[in-house]
C-alpha cells in the first residue's frame, strides 16, 4: 500500500489491513511519520513526535499480531492531546510552565489504550491548558485547520482534529471541558465523542475543570469513535468520579436506520448569530433522520441562556484551583534568582503562563472569594442542577437530541483573540453537556460554500454513548460521503 | 481588676493508617526525605486523590468515643493558598460538612472534672516538612498526605493548665480508640490554640489571639500562661488585644506576632470535585459503635472491681493504656493482681520515670514481672533480691526463674540451716545478745542483720526473726 492510502485509512479499515497483512503496524507508524515530517511544519498539529519509540512499539505490536495475539487495537497509532499523561513523554499543556516536565506514569485511558495494544505516535497541540476554542492560546504554535489553511482548527483539542481530518493521525485522544473535542471536530470536519462525566476515567489527565472535564476519541468514522470509547470506559478506582456502570459493545450495536428512536429538537437552540449555512445543514440531519424511521419532537431546555455565565464561573473556579500546584517547587519552569517562596511562585506563574490562562485564573479566583463566593460560585451551581434537570426533563420524552455543534464554521486565524467574550459565546451549544455531564457527539453534517466543515452535535443522557454513536452513525452511513481522507 | 481566661484549642492528629489519606504510599516516620511519594503525593499533573476509607473509620471511631453525632454525608473541600509544604496549592479538607460534630471530653485536673465540648472534628491531609538550610529550603513530602484528623473545641477551658489537663485527656481516650501512634515527638499531635480575656464580670468573650502549631503539651501550658499574661497586661494597662496569629518561641519563653487579622488569609473554600460524598449508612456506624473499645473510665471502675486494687492505683495505671495493658497482662499469668500493681505503682514508675522510658519498649516483659511475683509469693525469693531483680530485668530484660536457678539466689528456709547461722552470730556477739536480754529489743535488728549476712541474703528474714527471737528467749549460751 502506498503511503497516502494508509494514511487515509480508518482504525477498522487498518485494523483489517493488519489483519490479512496488508501492511504493518510499522509501515503506518513510518507512513505517518513521513507524513507529519513533511506537511507539520505547515499545519502545526503535533508539539511532539517520538518516532523511536513509537516505532517500537509497532515492532512489539506486529509482532504480537504473528504470535495470534494483540489487543483491539493492536498496532494502531494514535496521537494524543498535550495534556495527558504518558509515561516517559512531555506533557506541556501547551504551556511555557511545563517546560522540562516528562510524565512519570500513564493516565488510566493511556493505559487502557496500551493494553490493547495501541501505539502512541506523538502529542497534539491544544489551546494552554485547553482554555480556549481555537489553538490560538498555545504557547508553542499555531495550528492550521486542514480544510482551509486560514482558518482555525478550533479548539482546544485543535491538534488532535487537524491530524485526524488533515491525515496525519489514523486517530487521537482530545479532551472536552466545555466543547474541546465537539467543536474542533465540527470545524475540520472529523468526528469527536464527549463521552457522559464518569465515563472514562480522569486519571493522568491534567485538570483545567475537574466536575466537566472528560477524555474523549476524536476519529474519521462514529465506528471507529465506538470502539475506542469502549476500550476508554469503564470504573477505575484511582478516578473517584468515575462511574461503575456496564459497558456496551457500541460498535457492536450499531444500526443504519433509525427505527424506533426518538430525537428532540431544542426551541431554544435558534440563536441569534446562528450562520445561515450551519442552520440549514442542521435541519438536512434533522430530516435526514425522520427519513431514517426517527420520530422528531420539539423539546424545550429553558436555562440554556445562562448555560455560557454559569460555565465561566465552575470552570475558572475549579481552574484557579487546579493550576495553583504549577509554582516552580517540583516540576516544570521554575525562575531563578527568587528572594524567597511567594517571589519564586509570582516569577515563575508570571513567565509560564499565557494571557488566557492568566485571565481565567483571576476570574475563578475572584468568583471564589470571600464575599463574592455566594453571589458566583454558589449561583453558578444552583443554575447548573437547573440545567442538569432540563436535560432531564427533555430525555424523558426522547432518546437523543440534535443541535448544531457551534453557531458558525470555523473562523480565521486570528479573527476572535482580541474578543475573548466573543470567543466564549461560540459554546453556546456544547457547554450544557458538561454542565449536565450527559454524553455528547460531533459529527461531520455538511460544509458551507467556502467548503468549511460543518458539525452536528448529538447530545444523550449520562451513561448512553450508545444512543448518539447511533444517530451519529445512521447519519453518516446515510449521508454516504464517508471518510474524505 | 480580676480577668476571666477563654481558651479554645483545634488539635491535629494524625492517624495511624498504612498508606496516606489519598494515595498508597506508606505512613512512615524518619524515612529519607522524600522516599514515600507519589504522582497523588507531590500534586503532579493528572494525578487525582482516592479516599482512604480506613481513616474515615478512624476519625468516627475517635467522634464515637466522644459522644459526637456522626454525620452520614459529609465531604471534602478544598482550601487554598500558596505554601512550599502544599504540593497542590490547596489542602484536601472538610469544611462545612465534618465527618463529626459535638462531644464532649472531660479532663480532670485534681481540682474537679471538667467539661470540655467538642465542636467537630474532620479529616485532612497533612502537608509536607520544611526544612532550612544556609543557603536555601529543602521540602520532605514524605509526611504529604498523612491523615490528619482535626478535633476543634469550645472556648471552654478557662485557664492554662486547664488546656493541659484536657490534652491529656484527649490523648488517653486517642490511645484507647487506637486511632494514632500519640507520639508528640514524631509530630503525631500538634494544637492551634485561641485564647482571648475579658474583665470579670463581662459576658461576651474578649478579642482573641492565635498560637500555631505547638508540639509539646507543655509547650501549650507555657505559651498560653505567657499568652494570658500578656493579654491581661495589654487590658490593664488600657490598651486593647489585636486579633491576630502570634507564634510561641520556646525558647526565648513569649510569644510574637506573626500576622494581623487584615493578613489572613482567604482561603478560597469550594467542594473538592475530584471526590465523592463520604456517605456512611446507620448500620456502618452502628456497627462501630458496637465495636468501640473500653472507655478509660470504664477500665478503671472494672480493675478495681475484678482485680481489687486500690482506686488510686487503678486511675495511675489506666492514666496511660499502654500502663494498664501490661498490668492486665502481668496480672493474669501472675495469679496475684495486687502484687502486681504493687510493683507497677513502685519501682516500674520509679524506674520508668528515672530512665524516661516507654512502658511499651521497657526489656521486662509481662510474663517475667509475673514469674517474679510468684518466686516472691512461694517464698523462693525475698523482696530484697526480688527488687534487685526487677533493676535487672528492667535494664536488661531475661527470665527470672534462670536468674534464680543459674545464681542460686533461692532464699533458704531450712530451719537446721537457718539456725546455725543464727547461733554462729549470737556467738560471735555477745554484747548484743546481752543488750537484748536487758531489754534493748533493737538489739534483734543487729542480729538479724548479721545473720543475713552470713547467708549472703539468701535467708528467709522471717524466718532468721523467728528462730532468733526463740533461741534469744530460751536463754541458751
Ligand atoms: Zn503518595
Known amino acids: ?485 | 481588676m480580676n480577668y476571666r481566661i477563654s481558651i479554645g484549642l483545634e488539635v491535629h492528629v494524625q492517624l495511624q493508617t498504612r498508606s496516606k489519606m489519598f494515595c498508597g504510599c506508606a505512613v512512615a516516620f524518619g524515612a529519607a526525605p522524600n522516599t514515600h511519594v507519589c504522582p497523588v503525593c507531590l500534586g503532579y499533573p493528572g494525578a487525582m486523590p482516592a479516599m482512604n476509607r480506613e481513616a474515615v473509620v478512624l476519625t468516627v471511631r475517635t467522634g464515637l468515643m466522644i459522644g459526637s453525632t456522626i454525620s452520614t454525608y459529609s465531604k471534602f473541600d478544598r482550601k487554598s493558598y500558596f505554601y512550599p509544604d502544599m504540593p497542590k496549592n490547596y489542602q484536601i479538607t472538610q469544611y462545612d460538612r465534618p465527618l463529626c460534630e459535638n462531644g464532649t471530653v472531660v479532663a480532670d485536673g485534681g481540682d474537679g472534672a471538667k467539661t470540655v465540648r467538642i465542636r467537630r472534628i474532620h479529616l485532612e491531609e497533612d502537608v509536607a516538612k520544611n526544612t532550612h538550610f544556609a543557603q536555601a529550603s529543602g521540602v520532605d513530602f514524605n509526611r504529604a498526605g498523612v491523615p490528619l484528623m482535626e478535633i476543634v473545641t469550645q472556648p471552654d477551658m478557662t485557664s492554662p493548665e486547664d488546656a493541659f489537663h484536657f490534652l491529656l485527656a484527649l490523648k488517653q481516650i486517642l490511645q484507647y480508640a487506637d486511632v494514632s501512634g500519640c507520639n508528640l515527638e514524631e509530630g503525631n499531635i500538634r494544637c492551634d490554640v485561641n485564647c482571648s480575656v475579658r474583665p470579670e464580670g463581662q459576658e461576651e468573650l474578649g478579642t482573641k489571639t492565635e498560637l500555631k502549631n505547638l508540639n509539646t503539651f507543655k509547650g501549650v501550658l507555657h505559651a498560653l500562661k505567657y499568652e494570658s499574661e500578656r493579654q491581661m497586661e495589654v487590658l490593664r494597662t488600657g490598651g486593647r488585644v489585636a486579633q491576630e496569629t502570634r507564634r510561641w518561641d520556646a525558647d526565648a519563653g513569649e510569644t510574637y506576632s506573626m500576622r494581623s487579622k487584615e493578613d489572613a488569609h482567604d482561603y478560597r473554600y469550594f467542594p473538592e470535585p475530584d471526590l465523592m460524598p463520604v456517605v456512611l449508612t446507620e448500620g456502618e456506624v452502628d456497627a462501630w459503635r458496637a465495636a468501640l473499645p473500653e472507655m478509660p473510665g470504664d477500665r478503671r471502675t472494672r480493675l478495681v472491681r475484678d482485680h481489687g486494687i486500690p482506686e488510686y492505683d487503678a486511675g495511675v495505671l489506666v492514666a496511660d493504656k499502654a500502663l494498664a495493658d501490661y498490668f492486665e497482662a502481668a496480672a493474669k499469668l501472675a495469679q496475684n493482681a495486687k502484687a502486681v500493681s504493687n510493683w507497677m505503682m513502685t519501682e516500674m514508675l520509679r524506674l520508668l520515670g528515672e530512665t524516661e522510658r516507654d512502658i511499651r519498649t521497657v526489656p521486662i516483659t509481662p510474663a517475667a514481672l509475673a514469674s517474679l511475683v510468684k518466686l516472691v509469693d512461694a517464698r523462693t525469693l525475698n523482696s530484697n533480691t526480688a527488687k534487685e531483680i526487677f533493676a535487672e530485668l528492667f535494664a536488661t530484660g531475661g527470665d527470672p526463674d534462670a536468674m534464680v536457678k543459674q545464681r542460686g539466689l533461692a532464699q533458704v528456709s531450712d530451719r537446721g540451716a537457718i539456725g546455725a547461722l543464727v547461733d554462729a552470730a549470737m556467738a560471735e556477739n555477745p554484747g548484743p545478745v546481752a543488750d537484748f536480754r536487758g531489754g534493748k529489743v533493737a538489739a534483734a535488728k543487729f542480729l538479724v542483720g548479721q545473720v543475713m549476712k552470713k547467708s549472703k541474703g539468701k535467708a528467709d528474714p522471717q524466718l532468721v526473726a523467728k528462730l532468733l527471737e526463740e533461741k534469744l528467749a530460751g536463754g541458751g549460751m
Open chain 1, 1 to 485: 500500500m502506498t503511503a497516502a492510502e494508509l494514511n487515509a485509512l480508518t482504525v477498522h479499515d487498518a485494523l483489517a489491513r493488519l489483519d490479512n497483512g496488508d501492511c504493518t503496524s510499522v509501515d503506518l507508524v513510518d507512513a505517518l511519520a513521513a507524513e507529519i515530517q513533511t506537511r507539520d511544519g505547515d499545519l502545526g498539529a503535533f508539539v511532539s513526535v517520538d518516532v523511536d519509540t513509537a516505532r517500537a512499539e509497532a515492532e512489539a505490536a506486529d509482532r504480537a499480531r504473528a504470535a495470534g495475539k494483540g489487543g483491539r487495537l493492536c498496532g494502531i497509532p494514535i496521537a494524543v492531546k498535550d495534556v495527558l499523561n504518558v509515561r516517559g513523554q512531555p506533557c506541556t499543556c501547551a504551556s511555557r510552565i511545563l517546560d522540562g516536565y516528562v510524565a512519570p506514569y500513564d493516565a488510566t485511558a493511556i493505559a487502557r489504550l496500551r493494553a490493547e495494544g495501541a501505539v502512541f505516535l506523538g502529542r497534539t497541540n491544544m489551546d494552554e491548558f485547553a482554555m480556549g476554542g481555537s489553538t490560538e492560546n498555545s504557547a508553542l504554535h499555531v495550528t492550521r485547520n486542514p480544510r482551509n489553511r486560514a482558518y482555525v482548527p478550533g479548539g482546544s483539542s485543535g491538534g488532535s482534529a487537524a491530524a485526524v481530518a488533515g491525515g496525519l493521525a489514523l486517530c487521537a485522544l482530545g479532551t472536552d471541558t466545555g466543547g474541546s473535542i465537539r467543536q474542533p471536530a465540527a470545524f475540520c470536519g472529523c468526528v469527536g465523542l464527549k463521552p457522559s462525566y464518569g465515563r472514562v476515567s480522569r486519571y493522568g489527565l491534567t485538570a483545567f475543570a475537574s466536575s466537566l472535564d472528560q477524555i474523549g476519541p476524536m476519529t474519521r468514522t462514529v465506528r471507529d469513535a465506538a470502539l475506542l470509547q469502549e476500550i476508554l470506559s469503564g470504573v477505575d478506582p484511582l478516578d473517584a468520579t468515575s462511574v461503575a456502570a456496564p459497558v456496551p459493545p457500541y460498535a457492536a450495536q450499531l444500526t443504519t436506520d433509525l427505527r424506533g428512536v426518538t430525537l428532540g429538537v431544542p426551541a431554544e437552540y435558534g440563536v441569534e448569530g446562528l450562520d445561515a449555512g450551519v442552520d440549514k445543514a442542521v435541519r438536512e440531519a434533522i430530516a435526514r433522520c425522520r427519513a431514517l424511521g426517527a420520530r422528531v419532537v420539539e423539546v424545550s431546555l429553558p436555562h440554556t441562556a445562562y448555560a455560557i455565565a454559569t460555565y465561566y464561573i465552575v470552570a475558572t473556579a475549579e481552574a484557579s484551583a487546579n493550576l495553583a500546584r504549577f509554582d516552580g517547587v517540583r516540576y516544570g519552569k521554575r525562575c531563578a534568582d527568587a528572594q524567597d517562596p511567594l517571589d519564586l511562585y509570582k516569577r515563575t506563574r508570571a513567565a509560564g503562563f499565557g494571557p488566557e490562562v492568566k485571565r481565567r485564573i483571576i476570574l475563578g479566583t475572584y468568583v471564589l472569594s470571600s464575599g463574592y463566593h455566594h453571589a458566583y460560585y454558589l449561583k453558578a451551581q444552583k443554575v447548573r442542577t437547573l440545567i442538569r434537570r432540563d436535560f432531564e426533563q427533555a430525555f424523558a420524552v426522547c432518546d437523543a437530541l440534535l443541535t448544531p455543534c457551534t453557531p458558525t464554521p470555523a473562523f480565521r486565524i486570528g479573527e476572535k483573540t482580541q474578543d475573548p467574550l466573543q470567543m466564549y459565546l461560540g459554546d453556546i451549544f456544547t457547554v450544557t453537556a458538561n454542565l449536565a455531564g450527559i454524553a455528547g457527539l460531533s459529527v461531520p453534517c455538511g460544509a458551507t460554500p467556502e467548503g468549511l466543515p460543518i458539525g452536528l452535535q448529538i447530545l444523550g443522557p449520562a451513561m448512553k454513548e450508545e444512543n448518539v454513536l447511533r444517530v451519529g452513525h445512521a447519519n453518516e452511513t446515510a449521508r454516504g460521503e464517508g471518510w474524505i481522507g
